[in-house]
């Protein structure tokens, strides 16, 4: 395999369990964000890939690193993001610190502890939102897939210490159901990520571009129902993923939160202080 198509899933940015620069972003900023997409969509392809060695993974990792820095031939996937950055005046650093994501799943296959799996997240989903609603979905994803990724590439995110105090281990994973305790590993992992989700809920109200905000909105909505689901579903035998009508539904809904939320402080701003009332 000597490029990053031989690597290729198949998979799109309108396969994801998330919108990726949807109509509700404005036209001129999507091809950038497409672009980014792409770049990523390939490395995370290469590091999950089921049959190639670690070294050949690594080995075209880097390559796709040498071409974001500007070494020519090196990489097209690395040599079209380098363009579009430049054009914008953008850094380089968020799709450096993916780069560092998709070694560590290379290479690390089991993570301690919630603390662990942070900090995997600052490389993995932060350079992607830098907010609490990036990790949040990270987290989901992880969860959703956990049974998937064990038996495919033997990689777990579930933290081995929520698993030992459950009194299970990595090998639950490979039952077609989930046990009582591997699922309450995962409830109280989805329970730590409804936190997150907490945290972000107000992000999509302090964006000044309403269409990102918009957008922002219904990611929300989309991860806090996943979220929830996995607090009482079993990812190894049900299923968790949205079917495309609950996607539509909840993103509406989604929008039209952020919608009220916007009515809701036009009419703050309208009322009357105290000492403007007449008397």
């Not at 997409?37 to 190639?52: I, K, L, N, P």
């Not at 610190?97 to 560590?104: H, V």
């Not at 990790?135 to 956990?146: E, F, M, Y």
């Not at 936190?195 to 309403?210: H, K, M, N, V, Y």
């Amino acid at each position: 395999m000597t490029g990053a198509a031989d690597f290729a899933s198949g998979k799109g940015h309108r396969d994801e369990n998330f919108p990726v620069a949807s109509r509700l972003i404005r036209p001129e900023l999507r091809p950038a964000i497409l672009a980014f997409y792409r770049f990523v969509r390939a490395a995370d392809d290469v590091a999950d890939h089921a049959q190639a060695a670690p070294d050949e993974k690594l080995g075209q990792l880097a390559r796709m690193e040498a071409g974001l820095r500007g070494q020519v031939g090196a990489s097209p996937e690395g040599e079209s993001l380098r363009a579009v950055l430049q054009a914008r005046g953008l850094s380089d650093r968020h799709a450096l610190d993916l780069l560092e994501a998709f070694r560590r799943d290379v290479t690390k296959r089991r993570y301690a502890d919630w603390a662990e799996l942070m900090d995997y997240c600052r490389y993995s989903a932060a350079p992607v939102g830098r907010y609490a609603l990036c990790t949040a979905l990270q987290v989901v994803n992880h969860l959703q897939d956990c049974a998937k990724d064990y038996r495919s590439i033997d990689r777990v995110y579930i933290p081995l210490d929520v698993l030992e105090a459950n009194g299970t281990g990595v090998d639950s994973l490979a039952a077609a159901q989930a046990s009582p305790a591997l699922r309450k590993a995962i409830e109280q992992l989805a329970r730590r990520t409804q936190t997150l989700l907490e945290e972000s809920r107000p992000f999509a109200g302090d964006i000044a571009d309403r269409r990102l905000a918009l957008e922002v909105g219904v990611v929300q909505t989309l991860a806090e129902s996943l979220a929830a689901r996995l607090t009482r579903r079993d990812p190894l035998s049900e299923r968790v993923h949205h079917h495309p009508v609950e996607a539509i539904g909840l993103a509406l809904r989604g929008g039209l939160s952020v919608v009220a939320g916007w009515l809701g402080r036009i009419g703050r701003h309208k009322q009357p202080r105290l000492g403007d009332r007449q008397g």
